[in-house]
């Protein structure tokens, strides 16, 4: 199974993106997905998450109204959708299992700038 992040890039601060992964294997439907991002010199973080029907999501605090986690489970596809950025978003955003028990794939680098 492979995770293929896409639809990173830069912005500036208030602007927005959507980020996308493919997931390459089966059952996705089966399986609560999760967004996480890891910035310059910190530990990766849980960004947002969703179940596999797409009907429950969480989003931490931080992004709480600003960001947004969806899925296609006919395209094995999940989304973040990132509005009102800000500079502290910048870092390089992956997906995984919710458990991260898949390989962390290249990720996708978005850079907010002030």
């Known amino acids: 199974v492979q995770l293929q992040a896409s639809g990173g890039g830069s912005v500036q601060a208030g602007g927005s993106l959507r980020v996308s992964c493919v997931f390459s294997?089966?059952?996705?439907?089966?399986?609560?997905m999760a967004w996480f991002r890891q910035a310059p010199g910190k530990q990766r973080e849980l960004v947002a998450s969703i179940d596999g029907s797409g009907r429950a999501t969480y989003v931490e605090d931080s992004v709480r109204g600003r960001f947004t986690i969806s899925r296609d489970n006919a395209k094995n596809t999940v989304y973040l959708q990132m509005n009102s950025l800000k500079s502290e978003d910048t870092a390089v955003y992956y997906c995984?299992?919710?458990?991260?028990?898949?390989?962390w794939g290249q990720g996708t680098l978005v850079t907010v700038s002030s």
């Open positions: 995984n299992m919710i458990t991260r028990l898949l390989p």
């Open positions: 294997g089966r059952a996705f439907n089966m399986i609560a």
